[in-house]
C-alpha cells in the first residue's frame, strides 16, 4: 500500500469521526429542546406579581372580544377550550381557559404569556401595542373561565 492510499483512508477516517460528532451534537441539542419543552410555563416573578390596572372596569370585555376573536380564536376556539380550527396543526397543546389551572394564574402571568409567547403560541408584543388593550383581553380571556 502506498502512502497516499493511507493518507486517503486516514482522511476518510477523519471525515467520518467528524460527521459522527456532529450527529451526536445535533441529536443532544434537540433531546435538550424537547426537555425544554416539556417543562411548566412558568412566568418571571416580576410578572407572576403584576396587577391588572384595568381589573373589572366595565366595558373591556367588547374589545378584549374583538382582540380574542382577531388573535386568538383561531386556536383556542369560541369559548376558550383549545378547540379551534388551528388547533389541530399545532405541536403544542393548546390552553384550555376553563382548566382549573388556567384560573389560579395571576393576570400578570396571562400577561407574560400573551405578550412573549412561547413555541406554537405567538407573542403578541408587535400586534397588540396598547397596553389597556393587552389588559383587556386578559380580562376576556377570565370572562371566558366562568
Known amino acids: 500500500m502506498n502512502i497516499n492510499h493511507k493518507s486517503k483512508i486516514m482522511k476518510n477516517h477523519i471525515l467520518y469521526i467528524i460527521l459522527i460528532l456532529l450527529l451526536s ?3 443532544a441539542s434537540m433531546t435538550q429542546v424537547n426537555e425544554q419543552q416539556k417543562e411548566p410555563w412558568k412566568a418571571p416573578s416580576k410578572y407572576e406579581k403584576m396587577e391588572n390596572p384595568y381589573a373589572g372596569v366595565a366595558d373591556d370585555d367588547k374589545i378584549g372580544r374583538i382582540l380574542y376573536s382577531k388573535h ?17 396543526s399545532n405541536d403544542t397543546p393548546i390552553g384550555d381557559f376553563s382548566d382549573p389551572a388556567f384560573s389560579k394564574q395571576s393576570d400578570g402571568s396571562l400577561y ?11 407573542g403578541f408584543e408587535k400586534k397588540i401595542t396598547d397596553e389597556e388593550e393587552r389588559w383587556q383581553l386578559i380580562n376576556y380571556l377570565r370572562e371566558l373561565t366562568k
Open 25 to 27: 451534537v445535533t441529536l
Open 72 to 88: 386568538c380564536k383561531s386556536c383556542h376556539g369560541t369559548k376558550g377550550k383549545g378547540d379551534g380550527n388551528k388547533a389541530a
Open 112 to 122: 407574560y404569556k400573551t405578550y412573549f409567547g412561547r413555541d406554537d403560541m405567538p
